[in-house]
């Protein structure tokens, strides 16, 4: 549904039905259908949104190369069985034009948030307008996006709202790679590459360890830092930023 006032009738006639809900900005792969799978199980019925949000974008060349396959998006979502999809304009959720907006000043700026000025005011503003439309008894977050879905269980206690925000562990390709939307922009050679990165995070003894490790390979790190016992990093491979996280406790100690 891209109208929104198509949307609100179909909202309302799902009285007190419980809605798990999963936010995505679409180029969906296995990792979405795994939240999917979460919520159509633990919900009585589903929702999807598809909306690439311009406002959590620092970089317009990455908003613009961010991969958009709406018809594909839609028949794995059909296949799945969720009940609704809510896929609005940016006119649609930003009727004021974005100058109301939501910004957390401490764990919003460290990380992620230190090298994308605006990212998680973006984020948070869109997942709080999203939340109000779809009214979800759950919604699900991957733990890819570590500090996103901690600043979004933030939020959602912090504005006590109704909602429960639930964090689903990170799917992999069979070499490691956590499932994004940007791998399929990778060049072969770089998606080789790209599996060092959670090798890194998860053998290094430090975080110091893994940057160094990481920068002999040949990515530019944005930061590896360790937080509530995991270890995140940002990295880029040419214009393609990557971002993963593991656990602490996996770390070898040697
Ligand atoms: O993780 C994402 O895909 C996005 O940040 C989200 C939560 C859909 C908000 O645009």
């Given at each position: 549904?891209?109208?929104?006032?198509?949307?609100?009738?179909?909202?309302?006639?799902?009285?007190?039905?419980?809605?798990?809900?999963?936010?995505?900005?679409?180029?969906?792969?296995?990792?979405?259908?795994?939240?999917v799978r979460r919520s159509l199980a633990e919900c009585e019925a589903t929702v999807v949104s598809i909306f690439v949000?311009?406002?959590?974008?620092?970089?317009?060349?990455d908003l613009a190369a961010y991969p958009q396959v709406l018809e594909a998006d839609l028949d794995l979502l059909r296949g799945l069985g969720v009940a609704a999809v809510l896929a609005p304009s940016a006119e649609a959720i930003y009727p004021d034009g974005y100058h109301y907006r939501l910004s957390e000043d401490s764990l919003s700026?460290?990380?992620?948030?230190?090298?994308?000025p605006g990212h998680f005011d973006g984020v948070l503003t869109v997942v709080m307008r999203l939340l109000n439309l779809v009214r979800p008894w759950r919604a699900y977050f991957g733990e890819k996006d570590y500090q996103q879905m901690r600043l979004v269980q933030g939020m959602a206690e912090a504005f006590f709202m109704?909602?429960?925000?639930?964090?689903?562990?990170?799917?992999?390709?069979?070499?490691?790679?956590?499932?994004?939307s940007r791998n399929r922009r990778l060049?072969?050679?770089?998606?080789?590459?790209?599996?060092?990165l959670p090798l890194a995070l998860r053998e290094s003894r430090t975080a110091e360890a893994a940057r160094q490790r990481l920068e002999s390979a040949g990515f530019e790190v944005d930061y590896v830092a360790?937080?509530?016992q995991r270890r995140l990093a940002a990295v880029r491979l040419g214009a393609i930023r990557l971002i993963d996280n593991v656990p602490l406790g996996l770390h070898r100690h040697d």
């Open positions: 549904m891209r109208d929104l006032d198509d949307w609100r009738r179909w909202r309302a006639d799902q009285d007190s039905r419980r809605l798990g809900f999963v936010p995505t900005m679409g180029a969906l792969h296995a990792g979405h259908a795994a939240l949000n311009p406002t959590q974008f620092d970089d317009p060349v700026r460290r990380f992620c948030g230190a090298h994308r109704d909602v429960e925000v639930i964090a689903c562990a990170t799917e992999r390709d069979a070499d490691g790679l956590a499932l994004s060049s072969e050679t770089q998606r080789q590459l790209a599996a060092t360790d937080f509530e």
